[in-house]
C-alpha cells in the first residue's frame, strides 16, 4: 500500500504560479510513476502531468509549456510547479501513483487540494 498526501494550492490570482507537493509513503518501493491529474465538478478526472521512474513525462495539452512535473525519489515526492493559471484551471488536483505488482497495476490517490483562480 502507499499513500499519498497533497499540499499547496488554494486561491491564486490568474496569472499565478503556485506549486504543489506530494508525499508519498509506506510500500514506496513499488512506485514506477508519480503524478498529477485534475478534477471539476461534473467532469471526468483528467491527466495533468506524469513522470515515470526512467524519467519520462506526459502532459495534457493545457498543461505543457505551462506546469512542470518534478519528483524526488529519495524523499518520495512529487511536485507540480503551475504558471500562468487561469480561471479554468480552477480544479481539486489529485496526487497519483502506479505501482507495478505481479498481479498487475495498481493506482492510488491522494485526497486532492483545492485551486481556486480568481481575482
Known amino acids: 500500500q502507499v499513500q499519498l498526501v497533497e499540499s499547496g494550492g488554494g ?3 490568474p496569472g499565478g504560479s503556485p506549486k504543489l ?6 510500500n514506496t518501493i513499488t512506485i514506477a510513476i508519480m503524478g498529477w491529474y485534475r478534477q471539476t465538478p461534473g467532469n471526468e478526472r483528467e491527466l495533468v502531468a506524469t513522470l515515470t521512474n526512467s524519467g519520462r513525462t506526459e502532459y495534457a495539452d493545457f498543461a505543457r509549456g505551462r506546469f ?3 519528483r524526488d525519489r529519495a524523499e518520495n515526492t512529487v511536485a507540480l510547479q503551475m504558471n500562468r493559471l487561469e480561471p479554468d484551471d480552477t480544479a481539486v488536483y489529485y496526487c497519483y501513483a502506479a505501482a507495478f505488482m ?3 497495476r495498481d493506482d492510488y490517490w491522494g485526497r486532492g487540494t483545492q485551486v481556486t483562480v480568481s481575482s
Open 11 to 13: 486561491l491564486v490570482h
Open 21 to 26: 507537493s506530494c508525499a508519498a509513503s509506506g
Open 68 to 70: 512542470i512535473v518534478s
Open 102 to 104: 505481479k498481479w498487475g
